[in-house]
């Protein structure tokens, strides 16, 4: 067998590792990939306002307001290693739990255009303006456009935008979109 066929078969082998997994995390997962995106909305927007304390109350107020059991939603995330409200978001991505959708690889509440035209727009201004090491351009940017301002702002930061400069540099459109 030669060294082409071997990494196609490989690959093959991972591919189908991945599926098996994603699709045992839906089996186990109380919550759909529509009820997660909303979820980390809520938990999002949350902690961009209230700042977070290091456990679920945010979760678990969207779970108790949504009428799914707190227990078998614990139990998944535990499994997971999500251990909090904050990494509900970093590691909650139903893209990555359950497996990618024909639009989204990765979380992210703008379309793939919206985000480029942030990204262009971003790398315009702090060119001109620099960089104030925090996110008042992207915020302005989304305020101007009618976006969901804290949902986005906490996806960006979990795709390394933790200031306006870094969405120009770390955000990278290809890891979100097919």
């Known amino acids: 067998m030669s060294n082409k066929d071997k990494k196609r078969k490989h690959g093959v082998a991972i591919k189908a590792e991945m599926a098996r997994r994603e699709q045992d995390r839906r089996d186990r997962s109380l919550l759909s990939r529509d009820n997660m995106l909303n979820l980390l909305s809520f938990v999002g927007e949350k902690i961009m306002t209230e700042g977070h304390t290091h456990d679920f109350s945010f979760t678990i107020d969207w779970l108790q307001k949504n009428s799914f059991d707190e227990n078998s939603a614990m139990k998944f995330f535990s499994?997971?290693?999500i251990v909090d409200d904050w990494s509900v978001c970093t590691e909650g991505d139903p893209y990555s739990l359950f497996g990618p959708s024909e639009d989204r690889l990765s979380w992210m509440p703008l379309?793939?255009?919206q985000l480029e035209s942030l990204i262009e727009w971003?790398?315009?201004k702090v060119?001109?303006?620099g960089c104030n090491r925090d996110l008042s351009l992207t915020t302005k940017w989304l305020k101007a456009?009618?976006?969901p301002v804290h949902p986005a702002l906490m996806a960006l930061l979990v795709h390394g935008g933790g200031c306006d400069c870094?969405?120009?540099m770390n955000v990278e459109i290809e890891g979100i979109y097919p």
Do not use: A
């Open 79 to 81: 499994d997971e290693n």
């Open 111 to 113: 379309k793939s255009s």
């Open 122 to 124: 971003l790398d315009e």
């Open 127 to 129: 060119s001109i303006k």
């Open 145 to 147: 456009n009618n976006f």
């Open 166 to 168: 870094e969405v120009v």
